[in-house]
């Protein structure tokens, strides 16, 4: 690292115009650069960058892979919920699940519900659909080009896998799903990305794909991203489809836990979803059909190091309710029911929940013990194992939130909750 006066004579550089923001690294090392853009927006702002200064990362990574034009790190408030038994078809034991998040309340609300789930003995967990996606736009001259195109895509999938995994060591082209609207052909391309989240696999080689589709066909590529994918917005088709993880957990609580732990009944939290979650988002035309599924979904993925972004596709969430007879402690936890009073079957299916746990900010150091944590760091053996784990624990995370969330409702204890933690 260079001395003290570097940044000062580096932001003095910036200033006069001699040098650009990102030029910096170009001419020092990254966190003297970091530093010498602290001292510009100090001098240019009257802002005091003292704590965004003070970080625990290694500058060099960071800006190799993270972010650009750096000058320090946010800091979230982390807490931990847990410990929860989750038997998976990849997580399988007890966890605690680290949630990073500035919202007051929300990690006690969840670790109410973690709680009420284990002592219900645990969560059952399973991704049940798994595959990133890509989908290019292209342009031909009318209806009959684009027919032809969709048959020749169906007639060489192989051929564009073969392109497409040219570019990867790990992923896998699944499927190619064509559209067709007027002079416009979409091709949603599929992928197993294994323990990578695998946008950038995915772009990479769909890329590569794209380039056959032009050699071959009269399609045009207008663009390797068309909207049909669909990432970071509200679609449709990724809550039908699926994208990244579709994962379900789902739990059964006997009533006596229901009354004593939150405080209402098994009918009640049925009818608050019933209303809320079901008729409510119905009525506003929601994509997703959910408490607040989303605030445990944000909360990992800060933790953990995911793209905060893909929150929007992780709300793509149904959670259901449903007052039974009939479940006692030893049903909940496997064994049959028996003549008592009845419980609570609970789930929540995420449909397009999109993690890994190698790449992208996962290699930054506190997500990277964030995730030794849970004990999924890098790649799983066999390969996707880990992502897969880390997907059916977040949703048991998601419906521990929706849980304690819809029991607060129930009970007509939200506002009190809150109230009593000074939030």
């Known amino acids: 690292m260079s001395d003290g006066s570097e940044p000062s004579r580096l932001a003095e550089k910036v200033r006069e115009g001699e040098l650009r923001l990102h030029e910096l690294e170009d001419h020092t090392d990254s966190e003297t650069a970091a530093a010498a853009r602290r001292q510009l927006l100090e001098a240019e702002t009257d802002a005091e960058l003292e704590?965004?200064?003070?970080?625990?990362?290694?500058?060099?990574?960071?800006t190799d892979a993270n972010v650009e034009n750096m000058v320090g790190a946010a800091q979230i408030p982390m807490g931990v919920v847990g410990p929860v038994q989750v038997a998976g078809g990849a997580a399988d034991g007890e966890y605690y699940l680290p949630l990073a998040t500035t919202e007051g309340a929300l990690v006690a609300s969840v670790n109410r519900g973690c709680s009420v789930i284990a002592g219900a003995g645990g969560a059952d967990a399973r991704v049940t659909k798994s595959g990133m996606t890509r989908?290019?736009?292209?342009?031909?001259?009318?209806?009959?080009?684009?027919?032809?195109?969709?048959?020749?895509?169906?007639?060489?999938?192989?051929?564009?896998?073969?392109?497409?995994?040219?570019?990867?060591?790990?992923?896998?082209?699944?499927d190619v799903d064509t559209y067709v609207v007027g002079d416009s052909v979409f091709l949603r391309f599929v992928y197993d990305t294994k323990d990578a989240m695998g946008m950038n696999m995915a772009t990479i080689a769909t890329r590569e794909a794209a380039q056959v589709v032009e050699d071959e066909t009269a399609a045009s590529l207008v663009a390797l991203s068309g909207n049909l994918c669909s990432d970071k917005k509200p679609a449709a088709i990724n809550a039908v489809e699926g994208r990244g993880r579709s994962v379900t957990a789902d739990v059964k609580i006997p009533r006596e836990t229901v009354e004593e732990r939150l405080h209402t009944t098994p009918?009640?939290?049925?009818?608050?979803?019933?209303?809320?979650?079901?008729?409510?988002?119905?009525?506003?035309?929601?994509?997703?059909?959910?408490?607040?599924?989303?605030?445990?979904?944000?909360?990992?993925?800060?933790?953990?190091?995911?793209?905060?972004?893909?929150?929007?596709?992780?709300?793509?969430?149904?959670t259901t309710v449903e007052a039974r007879d009939g479940v006692s402690a030893s049903d909940a936890s496997g064994g049959s029911s028996d003549e008592s009073d009845g419980g609570l079957y609970a789930s929540v299916s995420l449909a397009s929940l999109e993690v890994g746990t190698v790449g992208g900010g996962t290699k930054l150091p506190t997500q990277s013990e964030a995730l030794d944590v849970l004990g999924l760091r890098g790649g799983g053996d066999p390969a996707g194992s880990n992502a897969d784990a880390l997907a059916e624990i977040i949703a048991v995370g998601a419906l521990a939130g929706e849980l304690s969330l819809l029991a607060a409702l129930a009970s007509r204890h939200l506002s009190s909750a809150h109230e009593d933690l000074g939030r």
């Open 51 to 62: 704590t965004i200064g003070d970080f625990a990362l290694d500058a060099e990574q960071a």
């Open 135 to 174: 989908a290019p736009v292209f342009r031909v001259g009318g209806i009959a080009e684009a027919e032809a195109v969709v048959s020749w895509v169906g007639e060489n999938t192989e051929r564009l896998r073969e392109a497409a995994e040219s570019t990867t060591s790990h992923g896998e082209l699944l």
């Open 267 to 318: 009918e009640a939290i049925e009818e608050a979803n019933t209303r809320k979650n079901l008729v409510g988002s119905a009525k506003a035309g929601s994509l997703g059909f959910n408490a607040h599924a989303a605030n445990v979904v944000a909360a990992a993925f800060l933790a953990t190091g995911q793209d905060a972004a893909q929150v929007v596709e992780g709300s793509n969430a149904i």
